[in-house]
């Protein structure tokens, strides 16, 4: 059986500080937010995903999204390099983590931006939008390493 892995990151207590741009920001029941979370890593698991637990980030409001610090295909991990420089600080753990997990590591130079949460993979094929968060330069170091 091909090992499936799952990085997980738990919400952070500042999550209702979080960037919302596109709907009504709404409070958040943080409560709620980290049943939710275990509800969903214990799916994975059910599911026989091997869940990777990344340190938390409480400082990092949004943290709790950890697929946005990277794109993983096959044994690269392509560090995400965020346009909101907010976010910045949560690829640090997250790195390390696929690191010790043993990833060619591949980083996002600058001027490029990527958020990982642009990053559609279907089969072989990697489609990436660009937006606010991912620039054209970011686009094209994805297509370098991934070709």
């Known amino acids: 059986m091909v090992s499936r892995k799952a990085l997980v990151r738990r919400p952070s207590p500042r999550l209702s500080e979080g960037i919302v741009e596109h709907i009504e920001p709404v409070p958040v029941d943080y409560t709620l937010a980290v049943e939710q979370w275990e509800q969903y890593v214990a799916v994975l698991r059910r599911y ?3 869940t990777i637990e990344v ?3 409480d400082d990092c409001p949004d943290s709790v999204f950890v697929e946005d610090t990277m794109v993983v295909y ?3 991990a392509m560090i ?3 346009g909101a420089l907010s976010r ?3 690829i640090v753990d997250a790195e390390r983590t696929v690191e010790r997990l ?5 980083r996002i130079r600058e001027p490029g931006t990527l ?3 642009d990053v559609l993979k279907v089969g072989e094929v990697m489609y990436v939008g660009r937006s606010e968060r991912t620039s054209a330069a970011g686009a094209a170091q994805m297509r370098e390493t991934f070709g």
């Open 55 to 57: 340190a938390r980030a």
């Open 88 to 90: 910045r600080p949560e």
């Open 48 to 50: 026989e995903w091997e």
């Open 102 to 106: 043993g990833y060619s590591i591949h």
């Open 80 to 82: 995400s390099r965020p």
């Open 74 to 76: 096959h044994d690269i």
């Open 115 to 117: 958020d990982g949460g």
